[in-house]
């Protein structure tokens, strides 16, 4: 929707198997092209993520992105 635009997106995740992988599936489910990924060492079961994608083919808005993964759980 938002044509050649390159965002990066921050979170704080809980360190438990599976968090990272269903954010970045519902990227890309979304049509997000992930292009970096970069993610802190775990304190106190927390790991911040940082995530740059294109948004070029996407089929939302990043608004609406960020509302599905934070109602991921």
């Known amino acids: 929707m938002s044509e050649g635009r ?3 997106l921050s ?3 809980d360190h438990k ?4 992988s269903r ?3 519902i990227i890309a489910g979304a049509g997000g092209n ?12 927390m790991a911040h ?4 994608i294109e948004t070029a083919t996407m089929d939302c808005l990043v608004e609406a992105l ?4 934070r109602s991921q759980d």
Request: glycine content about 10%; cysteine-free; proline content about 6%.
């Open 6 to 8: 390159i965002v990066t």
């Open 17 to 20: 198997p599976g968090v990272l």
């Open 66 to 69: 960020m509302d599905k993964i």
């Open 11 to 13: 979170f704080l995740l």
């Open 49 to 52: 993520v940082s995530v740059s």
């Open 23 to 25: 954010v970045l599936n």
């Open 34 to 45: 992930i292009l970096m990924i970069n993610q802190g060492i775990p304190l106190q079961g």
